[in-house]
Every structure is written in structure tokens, then in C-alpha cells.
């Protein structure tokens, strides 16, 4: 089991920056997977970033660029930090963790919401 909770969210202007952190209640070095992805209201969750144990990072082509994803096994956090906002990144977003390096991800966070002013 894995309790994922978020932070970070909230209103931002655009133009700006947000960090968004998650963290584990066991060490993240077991958990093969992690992730932030988003969901906007009546659509599927989709990734947004993901790294693997060994460091490996994914983003998708709207915030590549202009995000960084990071994990801190002493903390057993995760952040995703996305600069030059814009109105499309508001949406929820949620942390996920997935304990093998292949298949779904198993647990996620409650989501948090983030908002960007134009």
C-alpha cells in the first residue's frame, strides 16, 4: 500500500511558475513508478511527467521544455515544476504511483487544483 498526498496547488498567474509536490508514505526508492498527471472535468487522466527509481523522465509535448520532474528519496517526494503558465495547465492534477516498472499505475493522491490566470 501507498498513500500518495499533494500539495502545491492553487491559483497562479500566467506567465509564472508552480512547484507541485507528492509525497509517499514509504520510501519511493520501492516504487518503480511515479508521476503527475492531469484530469479535466469529464475526461480521462492523463500524464503529464513521469520518472522511474533509476531517475529515467518522461514528459508529454505540452510541458516539455517547460517542466521538471524530480524525485527525493531522502524526503520520498516527488515535484513537478512547470514555468510559463498558461490557461491551458489549469485542471487537477494527481500524483501516481506505480510499484512495477510495467503496467497501471496502482495509487494515487487526492488530486489539487491548479488555476492559471491570463
Known sequence: QVQLVESGGGL?????????SCKA??????????GWFRQDPGKPRLVVATITN???TNYVDDVKGRSTISRDNIKNTVDL?????????????YCGAGIEILG???????????????
Open 12 to 20: 497562479v498567474q500566467a506567465g509564472g511558475s508552480l512547484r507541485l
Open 25 to 34: 508514505s514509504r520510501p519511493i526508492k520501492e516504487i518503480a513508478r511515479m
Open 54 to 56: 533509476r531517475g529515467l
Open 81 to 93: 515544476v512547470i514555468n510559463n503558465l498558461n490557461p491551458e495547465d489549469t485542471t487537477v492534477y
Open 104 to 118: 497501471t499505475y496502482d495509487y494515487w493522491g487526492q488530486g489539487t487544483q491548479v488555476t492559471v490566470n491570463s
